[in-house]
Structure formats: C-alpha cells, structure tokens
C-alpha cells in the first residue's frame, strides 16, 4: 500500500484533520469550502474551530468553554453527543450490518416505522431519508403530486405561506414563502403562496377545488419564530377535509420534541395532519436523518400499486443507520419524557426572558416561540440600527453564548436550548443577555465591531 500524501503530497488523513490549527482551517474553508458563508461567520464573530461537544457545552481551539444556545438551529435537543445515541449507533456498526441494499429487508429501519407507528397511530407509513429538512419536504410533495396525478386530476397546485421556510433544494425552496431564496433559478409550477395565519385566505384557496395539498411550519423558525393564533391550525384542518386537501405539517424544526410534545401538531388537541416531515432533533447530529409520516390512505394513493412502487426511491433512502439514530432518539425522548421536560423548563425560560424584556422594553419588544423553541423580538436604536445581531456578536464573543439571528429577518434571535441545559446554564445565559444588552447600549458599536476581552461564564453568574 503507498501512502496517499506519497501519491498526493500534502493529503491530509483523518488524523492529520483531528490536528489541524484553528488558522488552516479557516484557510482552507475559505479557498475550498462555501468562502462567503465562512466570511459572514467570521465577520459577526459567531465562527469559531470547535474542538469538543458535550450537553450544551462546546469547546475551542482556545479552550474556551462556550454555552450552545442554537444547537446547529434545532438539532442538539438531546445534547450534544448524547451517550445513549451514541452507544446505540456503535453498537449498530460493531455488528458488521448491511446498512444500505435497494431490495433487502431493513430490520432497523421496519422497527423504527414500527415505532412511529405507535406513538401516531394514525399516521402508519414512514419514509427515511438520509438526508435533510429539505429532501423531507421534496418527498411528501412528491407524494402528494402524484397521488393527486393518479386519483385526482384536477387537483394542480401547492398552496404554501408567505415568510416560511422548507428548505432550499428547488421544489423547497419554491414551496418556501421569500422570494430570497428563489432568486436566480425557476420555479417549480403550481404554487400559491397566502399570509400565514389567514384563515380566510386558506378558503379563499382551497374552494377553488384545483389545490393539493396545504404545507405550513407548525412554528414558523427563519421566518422569525412566528406562533400563529390557537384556532388557525384546526380550522386549515377543517377546511382541508370540507375541500379534499391534503394537511401537511413541516416539523422539521418545531417537531421532535423541541416545543413541548413529541410532534409540535400535538400542541391542538385531536389535530391529525395527513402527513408531517421530521429532520432536526430526530437526529440529535449524529447522522443526518430525515423523513415524512404519512396517513396510509395517502401513501396508498401515491404508491400503493407495482407501477408506482419505485417511484421515490433513492440510495440512501430506508437506510438502517440513520434509522438507527432516529430510533434512538426516539426512544430516548419517550424514555425520558423529554416533551414534558421542554414544556416544564421552557415554562420557567420564558419567565426569566420576560424579565429582561421588561428591563429593556425599548430594546426587547417581545419573547415568542414555544417550549425550547424561543425568539427575541429586537429594536433598532436612535440611528436605526438593530440590536439583534450586535447582541449575538456580544453574546458570543465576550460571554461565550451561542444563539443565532433569523437569516432574513435580522430582527429575532433565536434561542434554542437544549435538555442537557442545568438552572445555571440558564442563569448564564440570562446574565449574559443583560451585560451584552448594556454593552450594546452602552457603546452603540456598529454591527461586526470587536467586542472586549472575554468574561467568563463564572464570572458573568457571580456578577448578578
């Protein structure tokens, strides 16, 4: 065997990788990697080599101990590096499994359709997918075109909500309601975008008799964690059955236990979408996981027959080891009633942001989201400014916390703890938001500006 840095010199092995300095690695991700994504980090000071995760913790190059208040927007609900997901995964590999076969049978996969099964018994079909939020969203608007192809003609179009987000592969981001995203590429035909929460603007649609199906967030997250009002969901639910559309639910960042229920549709009581895609928390960032449950009925619309069996189908899809992942987070969030423990400490989160809201009313407006799933509603100032994306450089570089602004609404910064989170990492993180918000104030430096030296998490509590 020849060493490949011999045949390549300069190839860098995964060990070579592991010790890498923080410098190189900004060098190379900016020469080899998504250069301007890499700058926009870098420049709010929100990019950092992180060497180590663990519970809400991550880890520098410095050494620096860092609170992870984003969670990769959504995905570390049970931790980083929770030791049940990660044993379970290890022990999947150790058994030498076939992990990926078109036509085998797929014994962790079948359990983990099993298991979905039970906790939405009326949603019996599951399809995994290998990837992310996005391929999920592709998948059940592959599914619901073609049952309406098969059985419903004159059925022609997608109805989707404005400032919502499913993703950015081209059907997602059509479905998606921004205008942003879609620039510089066409879109795919058939969709129909109303307000969100506009109950009279979904009749208005679906009387037509030509719609689909109807696709909306449970919460909308880059739209800038947006509640709608509680009645909206069962009356889109109601309409969808007096029209003959179909209800999607996008959990993908409010689902897997992130707002207080295992499914975030389970917040309107006797609510039953006829599909929902799932990505995010069922994952944990172990492996990328992602997938859609759906009512059998609709399954067997669009893929109920031998002519259209193979219609969906894909490498990755169904594989054993993503389904492995997202067995073990589920069951891990059954097992450990993760849902009621988001709700409990979510309860007692809000009260504590409402506190600092009230503190700085002119800079704060409003604390909204559900469970583990929070925006801050922020301001501008005298010059008309935002807070919100000078706060979060604060926060991360002098504090070390970590939380994120919504991408086009830099008006919100999201906040999404996780379970591994103790009273003092919320403390740290309340104490952290106060001294950032005064510095802001207090030196009304522009977005980007260097923030002062550091201050560690013990000294930021000791402070209070």
Not at 71 to 93: A, D
Not at 123 to 133: A, D, H, K, S
Not at 411 to 428: C, K, Q, S
Request: with cysteine.
């Amino acid at each position: 065997m020849t060493a490949a840095s011999t045949l390549y010199p300069g190839f860098l092995t995964l060990d070579d990788a592991f010790n890498l300095t923080e410098d190189k690695v900004r060098e190379m991700q900016l020469k080899h990697m998504n250069e301007y994504r890499t700058k926009l980090g870098l420049q709010g000071g929100l990019t950092f080599d992180i060497k180590h995760a663990e519970g809400c913790y991550i880890w520098d190059a410095q050494g620096n101990k860092r609170l992870d208040f984003i969670g990769c927007v959504g995905v570390y609900l049970l931790g980083h590096n929770n030791p049940f997901v990660i044993e379970n995964v290890l022990k999947y590999l150790r058994s030498k499994p076939l992990t990926m076969d078109p036509m085998a049978l797929k014994p962790i996969t079948a359990a983990f359709a099993h298991d979905m099964a039970l906790i939405t018994p009326e949603l019996t079909r599951t399809i995994t997918n290998g990837g992310g939020g996005a391929e999920a969203v592709e998948a059940v608007l592959k599914l619901v075109r073609i049952a309406a192809g098969r059985n419903h003609p004159e059925r022609r179009r997608i109805v989707s909500t404005l400032n919502s987000f499913h993703g950015k592969t081209l059907g997602a981001v059509t479905t998606g309601g921004k205008d942003v995203w879609r620039r510089w590429q066409p879109r795919v035909a058939g969709h129909t975008y109303i307000p969100y929460g506009d109950i009279d603007a979904v009749e208005a649609e679906l009387s037509k008799g030509d719609v689909i199906a109807f696709i909306a967030e449970t919460i909308q997250g880059e739209g800038g964690v947006v509640v709608p009002e509680e009645d909206y969901f069962p009356a889109v639910r109601h309409l969808c059955d007096k029209y003959g559309t179909y209800m999607i639910m996008d959990e993908v960042q409010a689902g897997s236990c992130r707002t207080g229920n295992i499914w975030a549709f389970q917040h309107y009581d006797g609510l039953i979408p006829d599909a929902f895609t799932f990505a995010k928390g069922m994952s944990d960032g172990v492996l990328p996981v992602s997938g859609i449950q759906v009512k059998d009925s609709l399954y067997q619309e669009a893929y109920g027959s031998y002519d259209s069996a193979m219609m969906h189908t894909a490498t990755y899809q169904d594989n054993n080891i993503s389904a492995a992942v997202a067995l073990s987070c589920l069951q891990y969030m059954v097992e450990h009633d993760v849902a009621t423990h988001v709700r409990t400490k979510g309860a007692e989160f809000f009260a504590k942001l409402e506190t600092v809201r009230e503190k700085y009313p002119d800079v704060i407006s409003e604390v909204r989201g559900r469970g583990f799933m929070i925006g801050l509603k922020f301001g501008v100032d005298s010059q008309g400014a935002g807070y919100a994306n000078r706060v979060a450089a604060v926060m991360a570089q002098k504090y070390f916390v970590h939380t994120m602004t919504s991408t086009n609404n830099d008006t919100i910064l999201r906040v999404y703890p996780n379970i591994a989170t103790t009273d003092e990492d919320f403390d740290w993180f309340i104490d952290a938001l106060d001294h950032s918000i005064e510095d802001v104030i207090r030196t009304a430096a522009p977005a980007g500006a260097e923030a002062s030296e550091p201050v560690k998490a013990e000294q930021l509590v000791s402070a209070r």
